[in-house]
Nanobody, 121 residues
Framework: QVQLVESGGGLVQPGGTLTLSCAAS????????MNWYRQAPGRERELVAG???????HYADSVKGRFTVSRDNAKNTVSLQMNSLKPEDTAVYYC???????????????WGQGTQVTVSS
């Protein structure tokens, strides 16, 4: 019954911006840290950013300074604002829950469909 629904992806030119959203349900949202991951074809899934239940954030070095993760516990949503997008950011983006901020392995076996982000001119 855990549901994670990602949205907001699309095609954007290098240097552009996108904001992704993850709508979560079926678990006590505020009790979990939330991560954003991405996976490009032929590559391992990569932890992009995370946020604790109280708003402590962390970022992969590759996105630090460009991406901002936030959450709205009242709406059970997590967002990822992506600025200055690069072609290397092209991937399917997913969200999932972790026990503590900084963890990389999600606590739920189910994943959403993800949302495709394509950065290309």
């Amino acid at each position: 019954q855990v549901q994670l629904v990602e949205s907001g992806g699309g095609l954007v030119q290098p240097g552009g911006t996108l904001t992704l959203s993850c709508a979560a349900s079926g678990f006590p949202f505020s009790g979990y840290a939330m991560n954003w991951y991405r996976q490009a074809p032929g590559r391992e899934r990569e932890l992009v950013a995370g946020i604790s239940g109280t708003g402590i954030t962390h970022y992969a070095d590759s996105v630090k300074g460009r991406f901002t993760v936030s959450r709205d516990n009242a709406k059970n949503t997590v967002s990822l604002q992506m600025n200055s997008l690069k072609p290397e950011d092209t991937a399917v983006y997913y969200c999932n829950a972790v026990r503590f901020v900084g963890d990389s392995v999600p606590v739920f076996g189910s994943w959403g469909q993800g949302t495709q982000v394509t950065v290309s001119s």
